[in-house]
């Protein structure tokens, strides 16, 4: 066992910086010792207004680290090696893994695993300086990546996997992004990477809009001055969009979202929503008269399609990706910065936690 200086949730918005022991390996498991964690909006609402499964945890499914220690089942792994780790721990079983046809035709689909475990939300996450995770989760980082591009793993898979999901039934020219989040932006990216002609970025932040520029996206609808259908009818040549991808949270840009797509559109739900969703009449009719896809989105995989080296291969070769991190805390902060996000008392990009 080992003692592990961590951020700790003692319940509902109740954070603290305390010492908690992380068990040894087993034959099958790996220590790993921390050296950033990305702080996901989920995080910062559910330890705040919503809620984990049981208390107390340590949240943070963003981790980066080097092996500390590693079990007998090494599979090619040593210590010292640099990786993240998917933190989504499936049962395994055929019947509750492999019973739908997945984003790549396949007949596996284990990030829709109903038994399943999840580092930082379930059992401890990477709000600490070591993380007890399997083998089979480690993804190894290039030795020239640098840390600042891979603790964006995770998020730039889950934005790969969405956009795997619009593209499993068509292909498509021009798409919505609601909320310029991390999330919204790396999907802007890789939109950008697969040659996506026609980008339309939704957001209310100027700061936001700004990273969405820097990725070389110009086309965008500001929902607090512009006149959401007229924006998207200019940028589309009265077409509108072929693809919507929901990454806000917000009721009225999943609904303008829905608005703004073409017949036989389709919506990716990215997004947890906090509060109920209210349909008017005109929403549903539009789903129903034109065909809409609504379609959820659901983490990202790393087999039987490795979509965590994929994004890694991806962020090298858009290290400008790393100036989405606009600040950088320890630990020992945890409680004043979830405090501050949660309540907007600064503007942030992705913000990461460290050790001391």
């Not at 929902?223 to 009265?238: A, G, P, Q, R, V």
């Not at 409680?335 to 309540?343: A, E, G, Q, S, V």
Request: charged content about 25%; proline content about 3%.
């Amino acid at each position: 066992m080992i003692k592990s200086k961590s951020a700790v949730l003692k319940s509902l918005s109740n954070w603290d910086y305390d010492e908690i022991t992380v068990q040894n390996p087993n034959k099958d498991q790996v220590l790993v010792k921390v050296i950033q964690c990305g702080i996901c909006s989920t995080d910062v609402v559910r330890s705040m207004k919503v809620g984990f499964y049981n208390y107390p945890i340590v949240p943070g499914h963003e981790i980066i680290g080097k092996i500390y220690k590693i079990g007998k089942n090494g599979h090619g792994y040593k210590e010292g090696d640099k990786v993240c780790v998917y933190p989504l721990i499936t049962c395994g079983s055929p019947e509750c893994c492999g019973h739908s046809i997945s984003a790549y035709g396949l007949q596996k689909n284990p990030n829709l695993c109903s038994k399943y475990d999840f580092l930082g939300s379930r059992s401890h996450g990477g709000y600490s300086e070591y993380v007890l995770a399997p083998i089979k989760s480690l993804v190894k980082i290039p030795d020239n990546l640098a840390d600042d591009l891979s603790v964006f793993t995770e998020p730039s898979a889950v934005a790969l996997h969405a956009f795997r999901m619009a593209q499993k039934d068509r292909k498509f020219d021009s798409v919505l992004i609601s909320g310029l989040g991390p999330i919204g932006i790396l999907l802007a990216a890789w939109c950008k990477s697969f040659k996506i002609k026609n980008i339309i970025g939704i957001d209310r932040n100027e700061h936001r809009f700004k990273n969405f520029e820097n990725i070389g996206c110009d086309q965008k609808i500001d929902t607090m001055t512009d006149i959401f259908l007229e924006k998207i009818k200019l940028y589309t040549n009265n077409d509108l969009a072929e693809v919507a991808f929901e990454c806000s949270g917000s009721e009225d840009l999943l609904l303008n979202s829905i608005s703004g797509l073409k017949k036989g559109g389709k919506i990716i739900i990215l997004s947890n929503q906090i509060n109920e969703i209210k349909l008017s009449k005109e929403v549903l009719n539009k789903i129903l008269r034109q065909e809409i896809t609504i379609v959820g989105s659901w983490s990202s995989i790393i087999e039987p399609v490795n979509e965590w080296e994929e994004s890694l291969n991806f962020l090298n070769q858009n290290k400008h990706i790393s100036s989405l991190i606009s600040h950088k805390f320890k630990y020992s902060e945890a409680k004043k910065t979830f405090f501050d996000m949660y309540n907007k008392k600064f503007k942030f990009s992705k913000v990461v936690l460290k050790p001391e």
